[in-house]
Each structure stands twice: as C-alpha cells, then as structure tokens.
C-alpha cells in the first residue's frame, strides 16, 4: 500500500527557513503528482505548491518567490523549501500524491510547522 511520510518540521523565528521532505513507498513515485497543502484549525486545508510528474509547477500566492517545490525521483521524495518565513506561515503541511484528476488522493500524517518569535 501507498504511504507519505513527512518530515522536517518544526519551531522557526520570522524570516528564517526550513525545507521539508515527504517520502513515497509502495508505488512508482514517478508517476505520481505531488502536493504540499497546510492546514490552521478552524481552517479548510490549501494547495500550498504543486509539481506534477512532467515537472510543471504551481503555487498558492501567498508563497509564490519565497517557497520553492521539487522533486527527486531517484529518491522518491518531494521537497519544500521554505524562505522568509511568516507567522501566518504557521500550519500543519501535507504531503499529497495523485495520478490525474480521477486518481485517488493519498495524504501523509502531516508535519507542524510554527512561525514564532
């Protein structure tokens, strides 16, 4: 079965960075589209940044010049750097694999990341 693990969360002071990871097993993790999405309680989850198997990318406004999504193939792991970070950063993020718009959503268990000084 499919299962994302995520990794590098944590405590960060405004303007600081962290890069997160989320490791795919149990499929062929290059034919998967991968997502970060972050969630705040009482809040619906966002698409945070997106690269798809062919390499395109897109992101949320919010974070568009100072988030940047990759993917390492041989590795089976999507990668999230984050720059200039910001309070309002400050959520639970998701890693997401799908395949086309009727593939099955698979998510991670999520990893905390707080914006704080």
């Known amino acids: 079965q499919i299962q994302l693990v995520e990794s590098g969360g944590g405590l960060v002071q405004p303007g600081g960075s962290l890069r997160l990871s989320c490791e795919l097993s149990g499929s062929d993790f290059a034919l998967y589209h991968m997502s970060w999405y972050r ?15 062919n390499y395109d990318t897109n992101y949320a406004d919010s974070v568009r010049d100072r988030f940047t999504i990759s993917r390492e193939n041989t590795e089976n792991t999507v990668y999230l750097e984050m720059n200039t970070l910001k309070s309002d950063d400050t959520a639970v993020y ?12 698979y998510w991670g268990q999520g990893t905390q990341v707080t914006v704080s000084s």
């Open 39 to 53: 969630q705040t309680p009482g809040n619906q989850r966002e698409l945070v940044a997106k690269i798809t198997r």
């Open 94 to 105: 998701y890693c997401n694999a799908r395949i086309g718009i009727l593939g099955k959503d």
